[in-house]
């Protein structure tokens, strides 16, 4: 019993995480159709801003965590207001597998260009203490083991995503991003600006995952390389196609159920903890391509 | 002259949509494009308001030239184009397609007594305001498209076959709403496939065969032609 719930509790930690990176895919595809495979890169361009801004913030504000996943987050934001710019809206009006391919040319890019010496260097790095990790003992006699970490990942992550789902359902521009991911050139009709609302897409999406590299770190306390997005991104990618891409919801009820199921595979094998993730997308693809909570949408001609 | 379209080409690949097309519309007045299927109906209202563009000619609208200006723009320029089809936001509710309407004027202030009114020409919406826009009947789909047309307050709306795949009592639940409409001081360029309905209500009308402009006049004129008659009114 106790193990379980140990299990249960970690697969909750890792996939906050995953949710967050997740949305961002989920919501990109959603107005664009587009796999922006540079998304898991941004999650590690966040990472490595906590390595880089979290001393310094600690000097300015004396407390470090909330500033620095601020900080990241803005970064991120930026990078993927960029990133859309210059390489995804030239090709708007081209074939999909333009952007497609152009999207793997980002994520290269970034990922070779921050392992460079002077950018982040490939090596190892050891992440900034950005709270003092502690263990909160827990009633009765489970042996569950629970950080002040694992609370912090979670109830971050439960923030942002209340926010997101403000954002999208309540405000102006979130009812926009909704009508343009389901008819644009209606959606112009309707007087919105469509450049406006993708670029807000590619400031969104990139923040939350900046706000996931920061709360990775934490959880890990260590860098491997600027290739470390690789491997959550794919997990993320796979949650969003489990509960339906393009469905924001369904990110985060995947990226869930992807953290719990490989929580408990990992506590079987390691190695399994891997392969869990691709048996997952193999089933949903046979059972329901279209996600647990995603609609089958026939190609518009 | 409110719209004035001049010797417009509009090509889809390189098949010719619209063929040197020109005609005007002034201020206050219904005027209507009929045609058969694919004769151009449709391209011609959204090369009006900007989603497709024409290859040559221009279109003003009150004297500035809007061939060349992206769609958001137009709509903010006052031009509403409820679309073939009705283009709802199936994922939106009834509220949220006609807050998003909104997008295109300036002054928010305006949305409280613009919703009004379009609840009191669709008392059905403001029943289903919370309601998936999706899971609406066909007729109150074109009632949310027309509502959300004039959600946006611009003085001229392109309607796009608003009759199309409507009940005899629903068609004529709209005409009638097209002719408040127009009491209410909005001009409205009207494209049917339904001849008769159309003409019955604009003061002038326009005839378009494959791509061209065949006949102009007064919708009395069209309606006593005997062309138009075997055409288009069956009879």
């Not at chain 1, 926009?176 to 609302?197: E, P, W």
């Not at chain 1, 990226?255 to 399994?272: D, H, K, P, Q, R």
Request: net charge positive; with cysteine.
């Amino acid at each position: 019993m106790g193990e379980f719930l140990q299990q249960l509790i970690n697969g909750i930690q890792i996939g906050s995480i995953y949710a967050l990176i997740a949305l961002g895919y989920t919501m990109v595809y959603g107005i664009l159709r587009l796999i922006n495979f540079a998304h898991a890169d941004i999650f590690m361009v966040g990472a490595y801003m906590g390595f880089f801004l979290g001393p310094v913030m600690t000097k300015i504000f004396g407390s470090a965590f909330l500033p620095t996943i601020i900080a990241a987050m803005l970064v991120c934001g930026l990078l993927g207001f960029v990133m859309e710019k210059l390489a995804y809206r030239p090709l708007r009006y081209k074939s999909r597998l333009s952007a497609l391919i152009t999207a793997l040319g980002v994520s290269m890019f970034l990922e070779n260009f921050c392992s460079m010496p002077r950018v982040f260097s490939p090596a190892f790095l050891k992440f900034p203490d950005l709270i003092v990790a502690r263990n909160i003992p827990i009633p009765g006699n489970l042996g569950l083991n629970v950080s002040n970490v694992l609370l912090l990942d979670v109830s971050v992550s439960v923030i942002l995503m209340v926010l997101l789902f403000w954002f999208v359902n309540k405000t102006l521009i979130g009812k926009q991003m909704r009508a343009v991911s389901f008819d644009k050139a209606t959606a112009s009709l309707m007087g919105i600006n469509i450049d406006v609302v993708i670029s807000t897409a590619f400031i969104v999406g990139p923040a939350l995952a900046g706000a996931g590299g920061i709360l990775y770190g934490t959880t890990y306390g260590m860098l491997a390389s600027p290739f470390l997005g690789t491997w959550p991104g794919i997990k993320a990618f796979i949650a969003a196609v489990l509960g339906g891409i393009g469905n924001i919801p369904g990110a985060v009820l995947g990226a869930y159920i992807m953290g719990i199921s490989e929580a408990f595979a990992t506590s079987v094998n390691s190695n399994l903890g891997y392969g869990i993730a691709f048996a997952i997308l193999i089933g949903i693809l046979l059972v329901r391509p279209s996600g647990l909570l995603g609609k089958f949408m026939p190609e518009k001609v | 002259m409110l719209l004035e379209v001049r010797n417009i080409d509009v090509y889809y690949g390189s098949i010719r949509a619209l063929n040197n097309v020109s005609f005007t519309v002034d201020k206050g007045e219904i005027v209507t494009i009929i045609g058969a299927n694919g004769a151009g109906k449709s391209t011609t209202l959204r090369a009006i308001s900007g989603i497709v563009r024409a290859k040559s000619g221009n279109i003003l609208y009150e004297g500035t030239d809007i061939t060349h200006i992206p769609p958001h723009l137009i709509a903010r320029m006052g031009i509403s184009h409820v679309p073939e089809g009705r283009g709802i936001f199936g994922n939106l509710t009834v509220q949220e397609n006609l807050d998003v309407a909104l997008s295109s004027v300036r002054d928010k202030r305006t949305a409280g007594p613009n919703q009004d009114k379009v609840f009191s020409l669709f008392p059905r919406l403001k029943e289903r305001r919370r309601q998936v826009a999706g899971t609406l009947s066909g007729g109150e789909q074109q009632m949310l498209a027309v509502g959300r047309g004039l959600m946006q307050n611009n003085p001229f709306i392109l309607l796009d076959e608003p009759s199309m795949g409507l009940s005899p009592v629903l068609v004529e639940e709209i005409f009638g709403i097209i002719v408040e409409i127009n009491r209410l001081g909005k001009t409205v360029l009207l494209v049917e496939q339904n001849a008769f309905k159309a003409l019955s209500i604009a003061h002038r009308g326009y005839v378009l065969e494959t791509g061209s402009l065949v006949l102009a006049g007064t919708a009395t004129e069209l309606r006593d032609n005997a062309d138009i008659k075997k055409a288009y009114l069956g009879g």
